[in-house]
């Protein structure tokens, strides 16, 4: 992938790979602004590591971000915000995972943002008996039922999925994500 916008917003900026890929892209030059978003304290070497274009922004991602996007003139959104360990209140951890993204994704619609990547993971495909040969992206999902993270990821792959229409530039990010982040600018 290349030739990400120059106006980008990170959601989940605050976790173990947000703050690989802050600190990624606000190396390159062509990176304009980067709104990192997460509710909990962005380390401060990511907001250290180009302070004229790295913008904080302290929010739930069930919260609408739209104001923010807007006033940043957002290009594209990259969605890492995930519930990751699993939570005893099953609704609350499916109402971040799923009902956030819905939320961020009507943000964006209302933004004008045109551009959403989504972080998926490798657990959508489940772990199946009798599979024998290697998980392609074009496999259909087919998470383990009962296995919390891999039914949310599914579920918030459909939603990024059904908002980008299939249309280029949206959609989901593949096995390679990390390996890709240099040649994203």
């Known amino acids: ?8 917003a990170i959601t989940g900026a605050a976790g173990f790979i947000g703050r690989r890929l802050t600190a990624a892209l606000a190396s390159r030059a062509a990176a304009e602004v980067l709104v990192l978003v997460d509710r909990v304290s962005i380390p401060a070497a990511s907001l250290a590591s180009a302070p004229e274009r790295v913008i904080a922004v302290y929010r739930d991602i069930r919260e609408p971000l739209h104001d923010v996007l807007m006033a940043n003139r957002i290009e594209c959104v990259i969605h890492l915000a995930h519930l990751l360990r699993p939570d005893r209140n ?35 495909y489940g772990a199946w008996p009798g599979f024998t040969r290697p998980y392609v992206e074009d496999d259909p999902p087919r998470p383990v039922p009962g296995f919390q993270y891999s039914e949310d990821k599914v579920e918030a792959e459909r939603h990024v999925l ?7 530039g949206s959609g989901r990010l593949g096995f390679d994500f990390v390996d890709e982040v240099s040649d994203w600018a």
Request: hydrophobic share 40%; glycine share 14%.
């Open 90 to 124: 099953r609704e609350r951890a499916r109402a971040i995972n799923v009902g956030g993204t819905r939320t961020l994704l009507h943000a964006c619609a209302r933004a004008g943002v045109s551009q959403v990547l989504y972080m998926s993971s490798a657990t959508v």
């Open 162 to 168: 059904d908002w980008g229409g299939g249309a280029p």
């Open 1 to 8: 992938m290349s030739g990400l916008p120059a106006r980008v």
